[in-house]
């Protein structure tokens, strides 16, 4: 039952502020759209908190305002919400899947977003090489996250980290901020069904920049992966019938 309140009240929720940020968005300059996008992820925090019992733990320190490359675990449709309620004015990297959204092409490009082909190849580099452009034209730069993954992954899975990552710290100068994430097990991926709890987002050490892509890629992947799977060892459930809802398929994964 928890699952359908929170389900109806986060898609009410969006598309109220889709239309409240596509009309920020009209406003010169992106300041006052961040702030509405960022009024949009507190508000679903509070969402997840109050109906659904996830309380979101920040460890580390949130790169707020900071001239760094995010590299972030990527296991929930909440990642993103949390990440950008935790730090500040923050751009992202997103795919072109997130286009197929009224109103939402607009306000990415609005924010100064980089989107990618999800199909990857030249067309992709050619967005990447253009967002890395835009973000060398900031006055004041902001964090990049950017899912190194590529795609969203089960708890207790990974992908092989694709370059973008790397790229991204190569050529602007930045290091990279590894972040890893129990998320997925509260939120899973894109899926109906939440699960009350504690979900852990934490920032880890940086790494520099390098011109080592394998070595920078493969040190990303080691840290967050293995941290990702300590967080997901610790997490504690809330089982009492009265605390946690029921998933609508009967069981969690």
Known sequence: MRSLVFNIAYWSLSGVYAIVCAILALIPGRRVLMHGLRSYSRATLVLMRVICGIKVEVRGTPPK???VIIGAKHQSWGDGIVMMAKCGDVNFVCG??????????WVLKRCGAIVLSNQGG???QASLEAG?????????PRPILIYPEGHLTPVGEGMRYR????R???QLDRPIVPVATNLGQCWPQNEWSKFSGTAVIEFL???????DRDAVLA???????????QLEAEFAPVTEPSQCQIPLEGARP
């Open 65 to 67: 305002n900071q001239p």
């Open 163 to 166: 370059s973008g990552v790397w």
């Open 219 to 229: 040190e990303l992947e080691t840290r967050v992966e293995a941290r990702s799977r």
């Open 205 to 211: 050490d940086p790494i520099g920049p390098s011109e």
């Open 122 to 124: 030249a067309e992709a």
């Open 168 to 170: 991204l710290s190569q």
């Open 96 to 105: 072109d899947h997130m286009l197929d959204y009224p109103l939402i092409g």
């Open 132 to 140: 890395v452009r835009r973000s060398q034209g900031e006055g004041r």
